[in-house]
């Protein structure tokens, strides 16, 4: 236990301890890390005047819940059980397309989704299928930007459910999948009663794992509209603010609490969850005990 | 049993042992990489030079190692045992990244001896006490050295702040209004027509205003096709300052040291960022083009009129035209930011990089002077034309106006004169929270998700809550 205690605090509460520390201080480009000084709750009471609080907050909420509904669970889950009734090696194949977007490095992936919703002639879309239907042609990003971040997102998010639910799909015992069938049960059916209600804690685990991932997650919207269109996410908000701002004057004390504020709203999303999912249960000792 | 009790045990042993290896090791991993470069000896300086854009910028850097030559032979005259060794690095990130590492190797001591950036860091970076504070004033450090002595007057005041000359400016450029001669003609515009638009952009008798409307002409006639008429730079960048500025913005006080906003400038700056896409000039979906695509737009006669900097030019003619600068002379005009307000002068916006030496506690290096001698040899002449040339940046020094190789270049001795009404971003260490502001409204106004008016308030409140006292609301 003891090397593993060390590791989570040193690199997981350390970090948050310290984050929280510089929140309550004035630091940035100016001051250094020397010359800092407290501040008390001021950056706080800043995020709360902010006139772009709300919209970010409302546009990070809403980036984080169609992600996770349509791409991270819904597509994982969706590809899993699907890959799962098809012979092996097409299921199999299928599995591994859905992997080439978390393989591919961010940058280039990104690049190629630029050049796809490009204007007429360099985008593929506006050349190959606007173009000739005679449809007007414009740069697809800029007024789809949220659509396009969670699209770009959700291609690289859905694998990592894909393969747990895959796993746990394939764990079910045969016996009961079998009988299903015996039973009557058509494909919908045997999805909602027999895979989903046995995949409660891959489940759990994925929506709450991906939830934290996303909120803190920005590298993809950075690349792709670096938050311009109303794509700012919180992240993003205190990535600029922080350590990105494009005159080089960082602003370290705002932008933690700004994190600061970001480690609360996963703490609450992980407490809602765990009693969403009735964790309690979940892990509760069986009651006989296998052979 | 025992003996299987007995392996287990080993085993368990074993287990705590690797884990408490892989322990340590993870624990000095940082220290490992942290642990940096053992100094050289006594008697051989190496002095870091830092800067990013390689490519045709890349002598910004790379002039360092041969000045580092001559500064040898001066130190070897002199009798000293000193040997410089210059080492420079050319960053291949965005500027953004670029600053973060310089201050985050400043704050931990490893900071390079020089340091090669916009002259705004200066601010910033000075009141952090990474920079040295070269001379008090202008007749100081001109009498230090021959070569700063030959630095434009004008480019003094981009490398100033609180009464101090912090840095020596290494480049500067312009960012003027292009236009596309041979589609102008195709309008119907004469050959004294085109020739005489740089005049009217400079003296103010053709505004931004006429530029739409000839924009909108173009996109009429079916000279351009829809979008094309107007192309502005597609991403944030200092570029949009001038607009801010060309219909009467105001964005720094000096006697106060504060940043200034307009909101009457800002609201016409916006409507006109609006205009621009409820013309047809400019397309709706526009920002956040990719550059590659920008640049072979608006170098291959697809666009009326743009707006970018002088160092394209060199870009242009060597990776998008084919021809090079002789097509690019042919189609391609330029001239003044024309001014929002008629009558009322065109403008552009120079954004000079300057050498900067770190101070001892930021770079954990003493040679400070060497770092100013060495820098003074990089200022030459001849090698600044060098990097003048092939860059498409303009020179900084008094003497490349009589100076045949930079002469030679047609492009930047018929730019030069841009630098006669030209304009500075502050030197001030909250700039960039207030050009944020700016830039993401202005974004929000031209996409249509706010009105200019809308929009300007929320830069305005923005600002007010982000600069507090450092912002003076006009």
Avoid at chain 1, 45 to 60: A, M, N, W
Avoid at chain 2, 48 to 62: P, Y
Avoid at chain 2, 215 to 225: D, L, Y
Wanted: aromatic share 14%; proline share 4%.
């Amino acid at each position: 236990m003891l090397p593993a205690a060390v590791l989570v605090v040193l690199y997981f509460f350390l970090p948050v301890i310290l984050t929280i520390g510089i929140s309550f201080t004035d630091m940035s480009s100016v001051t250094g890390f020397s010359n800092w000084k407290f501040n008390g709750i001021s950056n706080y009471v800043k995020i709360f005047l902010h006139p772009d609080s709300l919209r970010i907050f409302t546009s990070t909420m809403f980036y984080v819940a169609c992600t996770l509904c349509f791409f991270n669970v819904g597509m994982g889950l969706l590809v899993s059980v699907l890959a799962y009734h098809l012979p092996k090696k097409v299921g199999g194949f299928f599995k591994s397309l859905w992997l080439l977007p978390r393989i591919t490095p961010a940058v280039v992936y990104v690049l190629m989704w630029t050049m796809i919703a490009a204007d007429a002639p360099y985008g593929i879309i506006n050349q190959h299928i606007f173009a000739p239907l005679g449809l007007p042609t414009s740069n697809l990003i800029p007024n789809n930007a949220m659509f396009f971040c969670i699209l770009v997102n959700g291609y690289i998010g859905a694998s990592f459910g894909m393969i747990i639910f895959s796993s746990a799909i394939e764990s079910i015992s045969k016996d009961i999948m079998t009988s299903s069938l015996v039973d009557g049960a058509g494909f919908f059916n045997r999805v909602r009663y027999i895979i989903i209600p046995q995949l409660r804690w891959p489940l759990l685990f994925v929506t709450t794992y991906q939830t934290l991932s996303l909120l803190t997650s920005f590298e993809s919207i950075m690349l792709l509209t670096d938050g311009n269109f109303q794509t700012e996410v919180w992240a993003l908000w205190s990535y600029h603010k922080a350590l990105n701002n494009y005159y080089g004057n960082f602003q370290y004390g705002f932008g933690a609490a700004l994190s600061g504020v970001l480690v609360v709203v996963g703490v609450v999303f992980a407490i809602i969850y765990l009693k969403f999912f009735k964790f309690g249960e979940l892990v509760k000792e069986p009651l006989i005990d296998e052979m | 049993m025992q003996t299987i009790d007995f392996i287990l045990h080993k085993e368990e042993i074993m287990l705590k042992k690797i884990s408490t290896i892989l322990l340590v090791l993870l624990l000095l991993l940082p220290t490992v990489f942290a642990g940096g470069k053992k100094e050289e000896g006594p008697r051989t300086v190496t002095i870091n030079v830092w800067t990013r854009e390689g490519d045709t910028n890349h002598w910004r850097a790379d002039l360092a190692t041969e000045a580092a030559e001559d500064l040898n032979a001066q130190l070897i005259a002199e009798g000293s045992d000193i040997t410089v060794v210059a080492e420079p690095y050319i960053d291949g990130g965005d500027w953004g990244g670029f600053k973060k590492k310089y201050a985050l190797s400043a704050d931990s001591g490893k900071a390079p001896l020089i340091v090669i950036s916009g002259h705004e860091d200066i601010a910033t970076w000075g009141a952090a006490g990474y920079i040295e504070s070269l001379a008090s004033s202008v007749d100081e450090i001109k009498a230090s050295s021959e070569q700063f002595a030959d630095v434009k007057a004008n480019l003094w005041e981009s490398a100033s702040s609180k009464g101090q000359i912090w840095g020596i400016p290494q480049d500067t450029e312009a960012r003027p209004m292009y236009f596309n001669k041979t589609l102008l003609k195709q309008m119907g515009w004469s050959e004294k027509e085109v020739e005489a638009l740089p005049s009217k952009m400079a003296d103010g008798s053709f505004t931004l205003y006429d530029m739409l409307h000839t924009a909108a002409e173009a996109v009429e006639k079916g000279i351009v096709e829809p979008g094309y008429g107007y192309w502005h730079r597609p991403k944030k960048g200092g570029d949009f300052l001038q607009f801010y500025v060309a219909f009467g913005g105001e964005y720094y006080d000096a006697a106060s040291d504060k940043l200034v906003i307009n909101k009457e400038a800002l609201i016409k700056c916006y409507q006109f960022q609006r205009d621009c896409v409820e013309m047809d000039v400019t397309p709706s979906s526009y920002i956040g083009t990719e550059w590659n695509i920008w640049h072979d737009v608006v170098s291959n006669n697809k666009a009326l009129f743009f707006n970018g900097g002088t160092w394209m030019w060199a870009d242009w003619a060597k990776n998008y035209v084919e021809g090079g600068e002789a097509t690019l002379f042919k189609n391609i005009g330029y001239g003044y930011e024309p001014s929002g307000i008629r009558n009322v002068k065109g403008i552009t916006l120079s954004h000079p990089l300057v050498y900067l030496i770190s101070t001892e506690e930021a770079s954990g290096s003493s040679n400070q002077d060497l770092a100013e001698r060495l820098i003074s040899l990089m200022t030459t002449t001849e090698r600044n034309t060098r990097h003048a040339v092939e860059s498409g940046h303009l020179g900084i020094l008094d003497s490349q106006d009589s100076y045949a190789p930079y002469l030679a270049s047609k492009f930047l001795s018929s730019t030069g004169y841009l630098l006669d009404n030209n304009i500075f971003q502050p030197n001030h260490p909250m700039y960039g929270i207030w050009y944020d502001s700016f830039w993401d409204n202005l974004v929000s106004a031209e996409q249509g998700e706010k009105t200019p008016q809308k929009a300007a308030e929320d830069a305005i409140k923005v600002m007010k809550l982000e600069l507090e006292d450092q912002i003076i609301i006009k």
